[in-house]
């Protein structure tokens, strides 16, 4: 959950079906409001004071009946003006001011909410805020609960000459898969003045206390609020939207540069004004959230060494569950530091943490390096970089942008630059554990090229498939002298044919090469069926020299005996 959606937590607002409007009379109804919030921010194991912060937002609303194709009792709604105030400065917030919808219930409440912009879930939530201004119900004999942006609470409704008091009472229902890291919410304090009207509200001002706790993490906010119907009307560009929200024009959307460079302060001060490896990084990935229009700010700190190891090990973890799209191009783009090579090695670790579709941005970035060759100071990054790819595509094998990496791949094994690289990209096929490459590696099982060879070998001992077994256990009977260990190894990933496992059986027991003995028993213990097999071990360790071989054979055989007890 980020902290954003804290912010504006889940003060109630008015709403009406559009049943409601009085006969004959046009509901439109405009608004000023006023939102004071102060928030606290506590990660208990930091030992430190809370981080306070305090938001104060001004700006107008408008709202105006609309349908959704032949779905009644939709409102189109939107902000205007709307600006962060502090002291006598204005910051203007372009981002509170997308029109969207929202639909109610015949008792008023909130039931669903429709974007045409495409926006991302900070700014639909803080939108949603806004809305949930505008509800209440309006048949008060019989209260149900109440949903925002939290989950659900129960109200308790007071009937005061022409006005309605409400209290929040508790949260019964709370999104777990927004407030993953938090397990409680309690009302501290809560009390909000409602004055109804026939076309939405009069008036509405309140004021909540809410706390939010987890394991380690505490949250807290405190709000005061007014909502006034303005007597003198204003413009909006939402009157000139259609009232079929289906003939809304979809369209992209972003922060404005006050925005982002005030986002952009406090990520920097979020990430160097305090110890953050005191936080877990799934809590850091949870926190970053919020100023994800702006990861790709961090760039230049990661790169400073300003941050000490174990913070920077830190923020690539978070970073790679955060997996954004901002966050995916920001990994993607510190892979070029090639004279930082473990800088790249923790990108490539971080890519690999998460399984949604890659961003288009960071497709490009890899393929370019994937073309024109990989650069690092490090032998060892270029050959995780290659296969690191093949990882990529198994945690997002069902996306676009993985299946271009995929031919990208395939094509430059085709190419066969260098001996190298063609090695590196079969056995990032392998890491795929895509059953369609198989044809291609098993081509590569003749390559002239030792390194090849094995690199086809261990890919397809990765497939687990039936087809890649017999490409194996072909190629073992037919090229049984070069990578032989390669070769034993991989078809311990299967369960071997009675052919097969005897003569697999007899390297373990006669083959001159230690290492090799150790790879046929490894790929043996593998095997469910062990009859005939215990017994030739057994035998064989009066006569093995190898003490390392020796305990592998040991090791078999009280396996073998602890499932039979």
């Known amino acids: 959950m980020t902290l954003c959606r804290l912010t504006l937590l889940a003060a109630p607002w008015v709403a009406l079906t559009s049943a409601q409007v009085m006969a004959g009379t046009l509901c439109q109804p405009q608004y000023q409001f006023d939102i004071q919030t102060q928030t606290s921010f506590d990660y208990i194991k930091l030992q430190s004071a809370p981080q306070m912060s305090t938001v104060h937002l001004q700006g107008k609303l408008s709202l105006k009946a609309a349908q959704k194709g032949d779905e009644k009792n939709w409102w189109a709604i939107k902000a205007d003006q709307v600006a962060a105030v502090q002291g006598k400065t204005r910051i203007p917030l372009p981002s509170y001011e997308h029109a969207f919808a929202l639909k109610l ?14 926006l991302d879930q900070q700014t639909q939530d803080k939108l949603k805020g806004l809305a949930y201004y505008l509800q209440y119900q309006r048949d008060i004999s019989q209260v149900s609960k109440e949903p925002d942006t939290l989950g659900q609470y129960q109200p308790a409704y007071q009937q005061a000459d022409k006005q309605l008091k409400m209290v929040k009472q508790h949260y019964s229902d709370f999104d777990r898969t927004v407030l993953s890291t938090f397990n409680r919410i309690e009302v501290l304090d809560s009390a909000h003045l409602i004055t109804p009207d026939s076309c939405f509200l009069a008036h509405r001002e309140g004021n909540e206390v809410l706390a939010l706790s987890g394991t380690d993490l505490r949250f807290g906010s405190r709000q005061n609020y007014t909502l ?30 006050a925005e982002k460079a005030r986002l952009a302060a406090e990520l920097q001060q979020l990430i160097t004004g305090q110890d953050i490896t005191q936080i877990d990084a799934h809590t850091l990935s949870i926190l970053l959230k919020k100023y994800d229009a702006v990861i ?25 569950q955060l997996d954004s799209a901002t966050s995916q191009h ?7 530091a090639e004279k930082q090579p473990l800088t790249q090695f923790r990108a490539l670790r971080a890519l690999t943490q998460g399984n949604a579709p890659l961003s288009q941005q960071a497709t490009d970035m890899l393929l370019e390096m994937l073309v024109n060759g990989f650069s690092t100071l490090d032998a060892e990054v270029e050959s995780s970089f290659y296969m690191t790819l093949g990882i990529l595509l198994n945690n ?13 791949i395939t094509e430059q094994i085709t190419l066969g630059e260098s001996e190298g690289k063609t090695a590196n990209l079969l056995s990032a096929l392998g890491n795929s554990r895509n059953p369609q490459h198989e044809p291609l590696l098993a081509a590569h099982l003749s390559d002239n090229s030792a390194r090849i ?38 078809l311990g990933n299967y369960q071997m044919s009675a052919k097969t496992s005897d003569t697999v059986l007899n390297m373990a027991v006669s083959d001159q090469d230690d290492a090799v003995r150790l790879a046929a028993i490894k790929a043996l213990a593998t095997q469910k069926q062990k009859d005939g097999i215990k017994p030739v071990l057994r035998q064989a360790l009066q006569n093995e020299t190898s003490r390392r071989n020796f305990k592998a054979i040991i090791k078999l055989l009280h396996s073998e005996e602890e499932k039979t007890q």
């Open 330 to 336: 920001l990994l993607s783009s510190l892979l070029q």
């Open 105 to 118: 219930t015949d008792k008023g409440l909130i039931s669903d909410f429709y974007f045409a912009a495409e």
């Open 228 to 257: 006034t119907r303005v007597a003198q009307t204003f413009n909006t560009p939402l009157y000139e939207l259609d009232d079929d929200l289906t003939r809304w024009q979809h369209t992209q959307v972003e922060l404005s540069e």
């Open 396 to 408: 997002r094998d069902t996306s676009d942008t993985a299946a271009q990496i995929s031919l990208a």
């Open 296 to 320: 790709g700010t961090l760039g230049p700190l990661m790169l400073s060494g300003t941050l000490n190891d174990k913070a920077q090990m830190r923020l690539f973890n978070a970073l790679g």
């Open 453 to 490: 060879e094995k690199a086809s070998i261990r890919a397809l001992g990765m497939m687990k498939t039936d087809t890649a077994y017999q490409n194996l256990e072909q190629h073992f009977f037919k090229s049984p002298e070069r990578n032989k260990k390669a070769l034993l190894s991989a």
